[in-house]
């Protein structure tokens, strides 16, 4: 069965939606990812002390 072609509203929404996800939403979300991680070093080694060689 042959696909029928989208509607170029879709189209559009798509392509609208696949810009948003990379220039947007997946750099903040990697930014956080490591923000985060870097605030739970933070706290655990304010708890623990620093590291030792």
Do not use: C
């Amino acid at each position: 069965m042959a696909e029928q072609p989208l509607p170029e509203t879709r189209k559009s929404r798509e392509v609208w939606t696949f810009l948003f996800l990379t220039v947007v939403f997946w750099p903040l979300a990697a930014i956080a990812l490591v923000g985060g991680y870097g605030l739970v070093v933070w706290i655990y080694q304010m708890l623990a002390g620093p590291p030792t060689a």
